[in-house]
């Protein structure tokens, strides 16, 4: 059979292959959270990229010089929303810097814990989110099963689901429950099991490995250039890890190891994010065994910390105290700090500043994923636009910590 | 912990380090604008400083100081484990303008020490009117360019409410956003490099296809 285009000459049907400008989002299905890039592509091929953040910017900063001390809470909540008790408990250490308020050992195990808890829920959403973006629906639905197992027992202890608000400047909103290491006897072993069953259907699997090996890698120097932190950085070698290099909590008295991968590309930071949920596990597993179960958990600051509810409805001395402490907010002495923790994301800073009243003057986050997305056209030039989808989600761009 | 740094600065630099603190474990070195670039070079390349990491760069806002920003430039060393805060302090160029010397209202961009400074400069530009010579693309960031004024700056109240930005037919880089070929430039402004086939002359093509294009006049719209 002839075919129907064989007296069509050859030379006018070639394809043109001018350079073309693409828009992706803000709102499009593969930019989970709010972002936009406009992609020039060369065929399949991507040439540059221009990314614009900002679609979800509230104003963070503005919004904390209103309020008192404590109110910023419910902010930094809404920063990292996967991790929320990292934030919330990252600026409650950057003010408790500034007040020179020490907690007691109680609250450092039982924040460290949580953070550990909360890295969980980061993580398995981000990885969860990579494997169902390469069309590998249900190891995605079974992380989010892990992640409900974590947000239900984070639920119990603080009353929410993912915007806890938990942490308080010298302490936290209430002890832990009773019954909270056998809610994480309970939940942990279910974790690791999705895990175990993670691995075996995704990392043999080739689509998988062909789609994230070798794809969005980027230099060590150039990581470094880029001020990465995180679980990104490792993944490029750098063993630099907040918890390690400035141990905070009880961080240094814990047993755990630092993954690193050497390549930097999409694949290494699945998987050093899949060894850190392990590394998760096994820090809250030493925490239940060395948490103490008995012991205050707010520090002895008055004025700054809120007075047991006892002596509130039952002394003059603690009414005025909490009435002040409410209206008047937290009285932090003047001065700045930078405050930093380890979030999901690599190096969670609050640079705070006080003159002294109940009110912020000024409250700066650094948002690690920023550093990370600004590097982004680095990672993806000369790959094809379906690379953009894993190579993005392996960033681990969260809108409300990035665009604040 | 950095207290060897400050001393390090002190001894190069001199009474060109304005003043230094050391509160909580933090350290500080204040210096003035046209020593910015220059100590942040020295802390960069030193190999007793080694400051090889940007951690974030920022300012605060006083607005009853004569130089009203302070610029605060956050840096660590990643071999050393010490960090050390690095701040300046620059007048309002929307009072002083940008050539008068005795207030300056810039300094020099440090992108190309640390890559990663240039969103963040961008940033500052953004939140806080201060510009940064030589960086390579000062747009805004989180808002867009029709935003007016800079929010973080104390003065700028905060239930101020910004007008809705008109769809401006007659502006070059806001083009309607659906046009009859697919290859438009979207941006705001023209930033890719201009080379070869890909970028001949993108202005003139823009102005062929206005004429083309679904222009919406914000005056045709029903209200």
Known sequence: ?404 | MSQFVIDRLKNRFGDRILETHSFRGDETAVVAPSDWLEVARFLRDDAGCDMSMFTDITAVDYPKREARFELVLNLYSLHKGHRLRLKTRLFDEEQYGDADPAHPTRVPTVTPLWAAANWFEREVWDMFGIRFEGHPDLRRILLYEEFQGHPLRKDYSADRTQPLVPYRPEAKDKLPPFRVDEGMPFGRRDWSPRDDAWSTDDIATNEAHLGEAVVVDPAAKPS
């Open chain 1, 1 to 404: 059979m002839e075919p129907h285009d064989y007296d069509i000459d050859e030379d006018d049907v070639t394809l043109p292959t001018e350079p073309m400008r693409i828009n992706m989002g803000p709102s499009h299905p593969a930019m989970h959270g709010t972002i936009r890039m406009i992609v020039d592509v060369d065929g399949e091929a991507i040439r540059n990229v221009d990314v614009q953040i900002g679609f979800l910017h509230r104003g963070f900063e503005k919004m904390c010089e209103r309020g008192t001390w404590n109110q910023v809470f419910p902010y930094t909540d809404r920063l990292n929303y996967v991790s929320p008790m990292i934030c919330n408990i990252g600026f409650a250490m950057t003010v408790e810097k500034l007040a020179g308020i020490t907690v007691p050992e109680r609250c450092l195990w039982y924040r460290t814990l949580l953070s550990e808890v909360s890295r969980l829920s980061d993580h398995l959403t981000c990885n969860g989110a990579v494997a169902m973006e390469l069309g590998a629906f249900t190891p995605f639905l079974w992380m989010m099963k892990a992640r409900d197992h974590v947000y239900d027992f984070l639920e119990e202890e603080t009353g929410a689901r993912v915007t806890h608000s938990f942490a308080r400047i010298g302490g936290m909103a209430k002890p832990p429950n009773a019954e909270m290491k056998q809610r994480l006897e309970e939940i942990i072993p279910a974790v690791e099991d999705i895990l175990d069953e993670v691995e075996k259907i995704l990392f043999k699997n080739r689509i998988f490995l062909d789609r994230l090996q070798g794809v969005g890698a980027i230099t060590q120097a150039e990581a470094l250039q880029y001020g990465w932190t995180g679980p990104t950085l490792r993944s490029t070698g750098v063993a630099y890890d907040v918890r390690r290099a400035h141990p905070y909590l009880k961080y240094g008295e814990l047993d755990f190891d630092i993954p690193v991968g050497t390549d930097g590309d999409n694949y290494d930071r699945f998987m050093v994010r899949h060894e850190e949920m392990k590394q998760a596990i096994r820090i809250i597993r030493q925490c239940m065994q060395r948490m103490p179960d008995e012991g205050p958990i707010d520090a002895d600051a008055p004025g700054i910390v809120l007075p047991p509810k006892q002596q509130v409805y039952t002394t003059i001395e603690g009414t005025i105290q909490h009435f002040k402490v409410i209206m008047e907010g937290a009285k932090i002495p003047a001065g700045e700090v930078y405050g930093y923790v380890e979030g999901g994301n690599g190096e969670f800073g609050f640079f705070v500043v006080s003159d002294g009243t109940g009110t912020p003057y000024r409250v700066r986050c650094r948002p690690p994923c920023v550093f990370t997305l600004q590097a982004f056209p680095r990672m993806i030039r000369g790959h094809m636009i379906a690379d953009i989808v894993p190579t993005f989600g392996s960033v681990n761009m969260i809108g409300g910590e990035c665009d604040r």
